[in-house]
């Protein structure tokens, strides 16, 4: 029995993870100006678990450069997984926030639509990550679209750099765009997240076959390189439209598409 027990606190030990480090945690989605409802309601933000372990936010503060600050208090562990997303935001009711599944939600929640810091610590005061977006020079400032930090910049540097974020594309709930909970629209490679190319198609997506339609405007001879979630170059052929993806496993990809000399980068699910 005592063997049993042992092994159980073992188990518990590895997949959890204590003494946080900076960058443990990062903030992948911002949505600071909602249409479908008032800000008020609609606001939230969204944190990835970079680490192998679970971690426990419970406890840590939530807080901007000003007087705006939120001790995380959930009645109980407030636990991510390993590569898994939280989303954090004003009011919980679906019905009156937009749509939005909220792990935890707090009316002293506050993200201010132009210029505004997030700003994540431990209990003990060890700030894990902050973003300073900026309402528009470097930073997207949409209205009724999240700011979508690209997933090939999942660290706590590259989120630092508004070229790494984008707007929301997938509607969510009333309209509003963005994927609160789920992997970000945004899966272009670092600094490219504002490239576009015109007409830029990928079909069908999600896709089961061996080979994929990749279409723009233009339609002339275009670079495709394609990259695992881990960054890894799995293709990279010259193409006028039509893809070979036989050789991808079930998963989710990142089309990165060069034509006349733009890049444009889109999400690819193979099933």
Aim: proline share 4%; hydrophobic share 35%; charged share 15%.
């Amino acid at each position: 029995m005592k063997k049993i027990y042992f092994f159980l606190v073992a188990i518990f030990a590895a997949t959890m993870s204590f003494g946080q480090s900076p960058g443990d945690i990062i903030i992948t989605e911002i949505m600071q100006n909602p249409s479908a409802v008032t800000d008020a309601n609609g606001e939230y933000f969204e944190v990835y678990n970079t680490t192998a372990g679970i971690i426990d936010m419970n406890g840590w503060i939530i807080k901007d450069n000003g007087a705006n600050s939120h001790t995380i208090t959930n009645g109980g562990p407030l636990n991510i997984a390993s590569g898994a997303y939280l989303v954090f935001g004003k009011n919980s009711t679906i019905a009156e926030n937009g749509g939005v599944i909220l792990d935890y939600a707090s009316s002293s929640i506050s993200l201010t639509n132009a210029d505004d810091e997030i700003i994540l610590e431990t209990g003990g005061g060890l700030e894990i990550d902050r973003v300073d977006y900026d309402g528009g020079p470097n930073f997207p400032d949409p209205s009724g679209k999240s700011m979508e930090l690209s997933t090939m910049a999942y660290t706590s540097s590259a989120n630092d750099i508004g070229s790494n974020w984008a707007e929301g594309s997938s509607a969510y709930g009333d309209g509003d765009l963005g994927t609160p909970g789920a992997v970000n629209d945004n899966s272009a490679p670092l600094g490219i997240a504002g490239h576009k190319i015109k007409g830029f198609k990928i079909s069908p997506n999600p896709s089961s076959d061996n080979f994929i339609n990749i279409t723009t405007a233009n339609n002339t001879t275009k670079n495709v390189q394609v990259f695992d979630m881990l960054g890894k170059r799995v293709i990279n052929q010259e193409i006028n439209t039509i893809l070979n993806i036989s050789n991808l496993t079930t998963g989710i990809y990142v089309v990165k598409v060069t034509e006349n000399s733009i890049s444009a980068t889109k999400r690819l699910v193979v099933k």
